[in-house]
């Protein structure tokens, strides 16, 4: 069945480290790829989005995205995470009109 | 940027009331929305597609009698929980695409707990 894959389901880092999501998708053809961030209370915001062009993506706080198509993935990437990161992160893939979201990862940074 | 109001953040009602949740897209139009419900640390599932003055898509599994949706203009869907359980507790979130920048953006949600 299509999907979105994200295998990280749980990671804590301490502030500074480096962070990589995990994401896969099982969609053929043209893919429209997106990272969200979901803060505690808060609503969902846009993290970055490819579509087409570089596959390297660069979005808001410091997060980039590599969409490697014979990979089928869209990993999100930020070298130094601080405490603010703490948060759940989703991604999804757009097909037709729709977003198709993963399962989330949620992440954790001590200070 | 595009702003979407969901309303209310959170709703008590008993069960086998209905509760109406709107969303409002303040300042574009939103020719197409989507609901999606949340479960506690899970992810997002699309519920239905809300068209402007047309029947609502629903997602196989959803029921549309339990999940009313209209979508009577442009700036406003609304998701009328039908004679709710609790098993219809929830996070409900709404969503319209910004047709300029092909994205999507997301209402605040909606915490409906019915007992």
């Known amino acids: 069945a299509q999907s979105v894959s994200q295998h990280n389901h749980h990671v804590i880092l301490s502030e500074a480290a480096s962070l990589e999501l995990g994401c896969n998708y099982s969609?053929?053809?043209?893919?429209?790829l997106f990272w969200y961030v979901q803060y505690p209370g808060q609503h969902l915001q846009l993290l970055l989005k490819?579509?087409?062009?570089?596959?390297l993506v660069k979005g808001i706080k410091g997060f980039e995205a590599e969409f490697i198509k014979s990979k089928f993935s869209f990993n999100l990437r930020k070298p130094s995470v601080q405490w603010s990161d703490t948060a759940e992160y989703f991604c999804a893939v757009k097909r037709t009109d729709k977003l198709i979201f993963g399962t989330g990862t949620r992440l954790q940074v001590f200070p | 940027g595009a702003v979407v109001s969901q309303h209310p953040s959170r709703v008590i009602c008993k069960s086998g009331t209905s509760v109406k949740i709107e969303c409002r897209s303040l300042d574009f139009q939103a020719t197409t929305m989507f609901w999606y419900r949340q479960f506690p640390k899970k992810s997002l599932m699309l519920m239905a597609t809300?068209?402007?003055?047309?029947?609502?898509?629903?997602e196989q599994g959803v029921e549309k009698d339990k999940f009313l949706i209209n979508h009577a203009s442009l700036t406003l869907s609304t998701l009328t929980v039908t004679s709710a359980h609790p098993e219809d507790s929830s996070f409900y979130i709404c969503?319209?695409?910004?047709?300029?920048?092909?994205?999507?953006?997301f209402g605040s949600g909606t915490r409906l707990t019915v007992v």
């Open positions: 969609y053929g053809g043209t893919v429209n």
């Open positions: 969503s319209a695409r910004t047709v300029e920048d092909y994205g999507y953006t």
């Open positions: 809300s068209n402007e003055g047309s029947k609502a898509t629903y």
């Open positions: 490819y579509f087409s062009g570089d596959p």
